[in-house]
């Protein structure tokens, strides 16, 4: 590791923002923050809409995945390094740079000629959002104290649930009247703006003390989290589960994490410092955060799926379908904040919006191909509600539970596993949806029927997904029509096949992020709940207390439940 000085240490406790600042400050600090989530939030959303005219023109089907690959591992793998280093030295000077960055590989994204300009380019702009969203929601938490931070906090749930939603017409709207390219160069205004209000309003508040960077602990992190998320990103896609490539990936990555757990442990300023588990608070919130972002991404991911392949809408109505769901996302997410200012228990307000959310998913598991549009939205609703809560709560428990010293390190950490959560259920939900799938596609088609068509006509229609694409269904109807003036009622019969199998294996996977939901709430009984602080100010005495036993902070008499 390398020492570097950054002055003399200073024994005093940061003042706060909030008591250092005009009102006016704070809210051009709070729009500067929303503003740069946003801008990364509403990327995500519109660069799907514009992929099929991108590789059309870019001619990279084949690398089509790695367009969304490059931006996730870039701002995955970044995010605890971006939140240690912010702890060290200041948020404003690395959320600028997040911002920099991301622009800039937006500009560098719009004006690609080829797939790997486009995917280089992509990873660049997940570089500077692995800085944004985390310092972003640290920024927050500098400006208020912890009872203050669920009416503010349950804003930035708020930007993504409405990205989620205006982003997909967005994207297509843009690819269609202005081309792809503006796709990215539209976040350039934004962009701006964002970086002007931020730089304006943002105080650096830096560090003025010695540390050591922990560069040996970086590289290690990297090297086992990056073969982590390539093994679940591809494995059942791009290689079979049992493959060497994803043994050995998988393999790897372990090695590599367990030698970073050790190191980490012994250095004086790790990224992800281990200790953080010996608080429970903390490691109840990993763990529940970890389980509802798997669960919320089965959702996100899949029905779109089920919408436009059991129900019939259109490609164009599926791409908006999540409206709903999101909308409840919004309303939870604000009205969660709230409770949680006004009352200070979060607890409660954990179990019921899990147990809200878990309810919500085992309705939508009990769908089949014969429901309703307004069954959809009700479901749809209700899983909302309950999960839009837990986006931001958890940032706040886990917050409270430490000094504002590691306010950084904390957030960066509690997002970096929901994003590996994220990851893992997406391949996890992914598997059981195939494997159900095909399996009750088998049993679908009847004996006579599957004697007439060839194996290479069946194996075309075992992928669920490429079968709902725009351009699937003259290719289905061509191949039908060589079976004369029966191919008709051939088709409908294999088309029905298609849409009951879509359905119970789509309900199945919605049966796993029901468990999911349910284990994150079981995990929340075990919760320690102590007072959120009313104040930054925390008192020296306290502090050194919490940072040198982290397992359990004080909590007045009574606290616990």
């Given at each position: 590791?390398?020492?570097?000085?950054?002055?003399?240490?200073?024994?005093?406790?940061?003042?706060?923002?909030?008591?250092?600042?005009?009102?006016?400050?704070?809210?051009?600090?709070?729009?500067?923050?929303?503003?740069?989530?946003?801008?990364?939030?509403?990327?995500?959303?519109?660069?799907?809409?514009a992929m099929p005219q991108i590789i059309y023109d870019l001619h990279g089907l084949q690398h089509y995945a790695w367009v969304f690959t490059a931006y996730m591992l870039a701002s995955t793998v970044s995010v605890p390094i971006y939140g240690k280093?912010?702890?060290?030295?200041?948020?404003?000077?690395?959320?600028?740079?997040?911002?920099?960055?991301?622009?800039?590989?937006s500009a560098l994204s719009g004006m690609s000629q080829s797939m790997t300009q486009l995917i280089l380019f992509r990873g660049l702009q997940g570089l500077g959002a692995g800085a944004m969203l985390p310092i972003a929601i640290a920024i927050i938490g500098d400006v208020f104290p912890p009872s203050e931070r669920g009416k503010w906090q349950g804003l930035t749930g708020a930007v993504f649930g409405l990205a989620s939603i205006v982003g997909p017409t967005l994207g297509g709207w843009i690819t269609d009247n202005w081309g792809w390219p503006w796709v990215f160069y539209v976040n350039m205004p934004i962009g701006a703006v964002a970086l002007v209000?931020?730089?304006?309003?943002?105080?650096?508040?830096?560090?003025r003390r010695q540390h050591r960077i922990d560069y040996i602990g970086a590289a290690l992190l990297i090297l086992g989290t990056v073969p982590l998320l390539l093994a679940f990103t591809w494995g059942g896609e791009t290689y079979p589960w049992g493959s060497v490539q994803i043994i050995g990936m998988l393999a790897f990555a372990a090695v590599a994490l367990v030698a970073a757990f050790i190191w980490e442990s012994r250095v004086a300023e790790p990224i992800i410092s281990p200790s953080l588990f010996k608080n429970s608070i903390f490691t109840v919130s990993v763990l529940a955060s970890f389980l509802a972002?798997?669960?919320?991404?089965?959702?996100?991911?899949?029905?779109?799926?089920?919408?436009?392949?059991?129900?019939?809408?259109?490609?164009?109505?599926?791409?908006?379908?999540?409206?709903?769901?999101?909308?409840?996302?919004?309303?939870?997410?604000?009205?969660?904040?709230?409770?949680?200012?006004?009352?200070?228990?979060?607890?409660?307000?954990?179990?019921?919006?899990?147990?809200?959310?878990?309810?919500?998913?085992?309705?939508?598991?009990?769908?089949?191909?014969?429901?309703?549009?307004?069954?959809?939205?009700?479901?749809?609703?209700?899983?909302?509600?309950?999960?839009?809560?837990?986006?931001?709560?958890?940032?706040?428990?886990?917050?409270?539970?430490?000094?504002?010293?590691?306010?950084?390190?904390?957030?960066?950490?509690?997002?970096?596993?929901r994003s590996i959560g994220g990851t893992i259920g997406v391949a996890v939900l992914g598997t059981v949806m195939t494997s159900r799938y095909n399996a009750v596609f088998a049993s679908n088609v009847p004996a006579e029927l599957r004697a007439q068509l060839t194996p290479e006509q069946l194996a075309a229609l075992q992928n669920p997904q490429s079968l709902m694409a725009p351009e699937s269904g003259g290719a289905i109807q061509q191949m039908f029509a060589g079976f004369g003036a029966?191919?008709?009622?051939?088709?409908?019969?294999?088309?029905?096949?298609?849409?009951?199998?879509?359905?119970?294996?789509?309900?199945?996977?919605?049966?796993?992020?029901?468990?999911?939901?349910?284990?994150?709430?079981?995990?929340?009984?075990?919760?320690?709940?102590?007072?959120?602080?009313?104040?930054?100010?925390?008192?020296a005495s306290t502090e050194v207390a919490q940072l040198e036993e982290v397992a359990e902070p004080p909590a007045p008499v009574g606290a616990d439940d």
């Open positions: 590791m390398i020492e570097t000085s950054h002055r003399e240490a200073s024994t005093e406790t940061p003042q706060p923002v909030s008591e250092s600042v005009s009102k006016r400050r704070l809210v051009f600090i709070v729009i500067g923050v929303l503003l740069g989530m946003l801008l990364g939030a509403v990327d995500q959303t519109v660069v799907g809409t280093l912010s702890d060290i030295y200041g948020r404003r000077g690395f959320f600028l740079v997040g911002m920099i960055l991301f622009l800039t590989g209000t931020a730089g304006l309003a943002i105080p650096s508040m830096a560090r972002s798997a669960g919320m991404f089965g959702a996100v991911m899949y029905l779109p799926l089920f919408i436009q392949g059991v129900v019939g809408n259109t490609a164009t109505n599926s791409g908006v379908v999540l409206t709903p769901m999101m909308l409840g996302f919004i309303a939870s997410s604000i009205v969660g904040g709230q409770l949680l200012a006004r009352t200070g228990k979060y607890k409660v307000l954990a179990i019921v919006s899990f147990g809200i959310g878990a309810l919500g998913a085992f309705l939508l598991s009990r769908m089949d191909a014969s429901v309703s549009d307004g069954v959809v939205v009700r479901n749809m609703v209700i899983t909302g509600l309950g999960i839009g809560v837990s986006m931001s709560l958890f940032t706040i428990i886990t917050q409270n539970a430490f000094p504002v010293q590691k306010l950084g390190e904390v957030t960066a950490s509690l997002q970096f596993f029966q191919g008709q009622e051939i088709l409908g019969q294999v088309m029905l096949a298609i849409r009951e199998s879509l359905a119970t294996a789509i309900t199945d996977l919605f049966v796993v992020t029901t468990i999911a939901l349910v284990l994150a709430m079981v995990s929340c009984f075990f919760l320690k709940e102590i007072p959120l602080r009313k104040t930054n100010r925390v008192e």
